[in-house]
């Protein structure tokens, strides 16, 4: 039985850094990956989804040539290097990951699934490896629900998707949520047919409504065709590939398509992992159990990023990793409740948003202000030619505190950060009424939107 300080199963966006700090404090790590390293951001989520958005966005702005002054002959997509951009940017991260691993004095790397024998104990290729604290950072997979004929017909995930070398000519996605709409937007804009398919009434269904029906237009516009309200979907063998069920309330009751994408949501990777050898909990989803720093029900065992439920981000995760890190290492008592809700929608152009959305403010009772500012009103939007999408904030009416915003529109992933800092800064929306913004961006219009802060209708 081979002894470490601390064993972390699992290179995801938080058992790399982490591995890292016991490391750089002189402690013996084993950290233990059964796949590529870096997990999913790396090779099936964000650096890939992001590559391909940024080669679909460059062939849309290059269809729409005449527009800024340019004329190109047809744009011609060579999806096999598409794919080869992609495929690179990944290798060259899962690599940069396992490289600073194996270069990690104090750090053994163990490449194979690891398993709990008991509450200390891990068994890894019939080795068995001992640590004091163990740190599960298994992460998450594409979620293949039970519906009608699911194992009839060839289906993609994320992750199947990142091999496919072709251009569907009817590319059919069941999920209109984040993952899916990414992929809607990439594919439409590469060339195929493009079908979302959602059970929900609208898209996106956690954000607010006008921001679902914002994202439904900049895709509509482009010719995505959006199924809502499909209450029974199954899926059945056609002759053009997969027929996709729907009994939708509007519309043919099936869409025909060459390729299913299935974007329902995720599933933890915990099922496999000898959890009860351990006694560690779950909750009926499977996702570990964890307090405000992480830690399981059983002591000395953490779980951090997408397996613990509390976030399913690669920010999440890696906060995590900060939690648990300055909690450990620094007597620094962070917790997963002093973080404030942030994330993307790369569409294009993005969705940023933090905090609550407007219909959680409404739920909460609470006396707030709110301000909506479409993007057409922004010049250097206009300046762009890109003037899909609005600025909403809200804010707390007797601390002034901002509550949530919502920016979809040009630069909107990157002009959120600016609302999120005050919000962790805890200080009046005022702060950013005084401040002097450059001109022309979107940020400067913040101050200017947050002037017609008006009560809740
Ligand atoms: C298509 C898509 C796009 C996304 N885009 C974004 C985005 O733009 N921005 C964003 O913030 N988030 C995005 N996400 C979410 C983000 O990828 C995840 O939240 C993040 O990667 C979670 O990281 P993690 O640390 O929890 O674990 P993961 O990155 O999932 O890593 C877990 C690792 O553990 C390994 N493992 C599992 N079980 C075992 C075992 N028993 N033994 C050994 N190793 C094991 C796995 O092989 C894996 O390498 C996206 C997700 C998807 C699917």
């Known amino acids: 039985m081979k002894h470490f300080d601390a064993i972390i199963i699992g290179t995801g966006q938080a058992g790399p850094p982490l591995a890292a700090r016991f490391a750089g404090a002189g402690k013996s790590v084993a950290i233990v990956e059964r796949d590529k390293f870096g997990g999913t951001c790396v090779n099936t989520g964000c650096t890939p989804t992001k590559t391909l958005v940024a080669s679909a966005r460059a062939i849309h702005v290059a269809r729409r040539g005449a527009e800024f002054g340019f004329v190109v002959g047809d744009v011609r997509v060579d999806i096999k290097r598409v794919k080869a951009r992609k495929d690179a940017a990944s290798a060259s991260s899962s690599k940069g ?3 600073r691993l194996r270069g990690t004095e104090n750090c053994t790397v ?12 891990v068994v890894v290729n019939d080795e068995v490896l001992q640590a004091d604290k163990i740190f599960i950072n298994v992460g998450a997979r594409a979620s293949v629900p039970e519906m009608p004929g699911i194992h009839d017909v060839p289906f993609l995930t994320n992750s ?3 091999d496919l070398d072709l251009l569907p000519e009817h590319f059919i996605v069941i999920g209109g949520s984040y993952v899916g709409l990414e992929f809607a937007q990439i594919y439409r804009r590469l060339g195929s047919e493009v079908t979302i398919v959602e059970m929900g009434p609208r898209l996106i269904g956690r954000e607010d409504e006008d921001v679902s029906q914002a994202v439904r237009e900049i895709l509509e516009a482009e010719g995505v065709n959006i199924r809502v309200n499909a209450k029974c979907i199954s899926l059945a063998r056609h002759d053009c590939g997969v027929a996709v069920g729907l009994t939708c309330e509007e519309g043919p009751p099936e869409v ?3 390729h299913v994408l299935l974007a329902v949501g995720r599933t933890p990777n915990t099922s496999d992992l000898g959890l009860d050898q351990a006694g560690i909990a779950t909750d009926h989803r499977g996702y570990i159990i964890v307090d ?6 059983v002591p000395g065992i953490w779980a951090l990023g997408d397996c613990n439920g509390r976030g399913a981000f690669t920010h999440t995760s890696y906060n995590d990793y900060e939690i ?4 450990l290492f620094n007597a620094d008592h962070r917790r997963v409740s002093d973080r404030i809700q942030a994330y993307g929608l790369f569409i294009d152009p993005p969705l940023g948003r933090c905090g609550m959305t407007e219909a959680e403010i409404r739920r909460s009772g609470r006396r707030a202000l709110a301000a909506k500012y479409p993007m057409s009103q922004v010049s ?5 030619c890109e003037t899909q999408g609005f600025i909403k904030v809200c804010v707390d009416a007797e601390t002034k505190q901002i509550l949530g915003a919502a920016i979809l529109g040009v630069g909107g992933d990157e002009v959120i950060h600016v609302l999120l800092d ?3 800064a805890k200080a009046p929306y005022t702060v950013t009424q005084r401040a002097m913004h450059i001109h022309p961006t979107v940020a400067e219009y913040l101050p200017i939107i947050l002037a017609k802060l008006e009560p809740f209708a």
Do not use: C, P, W
């Open 97 to 99: 990951v396992e490289d």
């Open 110 to 121: 163990i490449q194979g699934h690891a398993r709990f024998q008991s509450s200390n104990t």
């Open 160 to 162: 199947s998707i990142m």
């Open 256 to 258: 025909l398509g060459t």
């Open 292 to 297: 405000d720093q992480l830690q399981t029900n």
């Open 324 to 327: 648990v890190a300055d909690n």
């Open 380 to 384: 250097r939007a206009y300046e762009k």
């Open 422 to 424: 005050v919000m962790y």
